[in-house]
Every structure is written in structure tokens, then in C-alpha cells.
Nanobody
Framework: VQLQASGGGLVQAGNSLRLSCTAT????????MGWFRQAPGKERDFVAA???????FYANSAKGRFTIYRDNTENTVYLQMNSLKPEDTAVYYC??????????????????WGRGTQVTVSS
């Protein structure tokens, strides 16, 4: 399984971005898909996840501003990010978990990772 993330960029605070992550190989529709982010010098943190049923989960920092959704016909998961803040600046990674583990916010449960896409939010 290969994951390709895209959609990052430089935006001003308050604006929006939509990230995309397309999977090739494997059975996308059966996977838990997650988004994580990593700022310089910090650990990789959970942002959002969506399981095979379409149930979605969010970090507190993302609730009310970000929406994760998937299109199984396109093998793609999206992260719509609204009301962006400078503290959202990070490299964003998508990931896939074959087992739909309950621990969706843990880096270690994910089997496949994309390369990441940079999101920079200016104040």
C-alpha cells in the first residue's frame, strides 16, 4: 500500500485548506485512515481518523474546525481544515491501519504512512 498526501501550502490564519491522501494497492475501503501532524522538534501528533464504517474521531485541537471524510470510490481520504491557526503549522501525514484498532490516535497502530505535506499558517 502506498499513500500519497497532497494539498498543503501556505495560508493566512483564518483561512482553509483541504488535504487529500490517495491510496494505491490494498483494500482502502476496509482500512482505518488517520491524519497526524509533526511540527519541528515535536512528536507526531494525532489529528483525526475515520474507520471503515465512516465513524470519525478528532483530537481536541481539531474538533469543530477540521473534518475528515473518505471517498472509497477514489481510494482517497480528505482533511478539510477551516479557521486555521499558526499553531496548526506542521507536516501532515496520512496513515492506514488494516485492523481498525480502537487506539486510532496512536502512531504505532498504523501500518502504512504517506510522505507528508507541509502546512504553514501565517499570522
Amino acid at each position: 500500500v502506498q499513500l500519497q498526501a497532497s494539498g498543503g501550502g501556505l495560508v493566512q490564519a483564518g483561512n482553509s485548506l483541504r488535504l487529500s491522501c490517495t491510496a494505491t494497492g490494498g483494500t482502502f475501503s476496509t482500512y482505518m485512515m488517520g491524519w497526524f501532524r509533526q511540527a519541528p522538534g515535536k512528536e507526531r501528533d494525532f489529528v483525526a481518523a475515520i474507520n471503515w464504517r465512516g465513524d470519525d474521531f478528532y483530537a481536541n485541537s481539531a474538533k469543530g474546525r477540521f473534518t475528515i471524510y473518505r471517498d472509497n470510490t477514489e481510494n482517497t481520504v480528505y482533511l478539510q481544515m477551516n479557521s486555521l491557526k499558526p499553531e496548526d503549522t506542521a507536516v501532515y501525514y496520512c496513515a492506514a491501519d488494516r485492523e481498525n484498532a480502537n487506539w486510532y490516535d496512536k502512531v504505532g497502530v498504523y501500518d502504512y504512512w504517506g510522505r507528508g505535506t507541509q502546512v504553514t499558517v501565517s499570522s
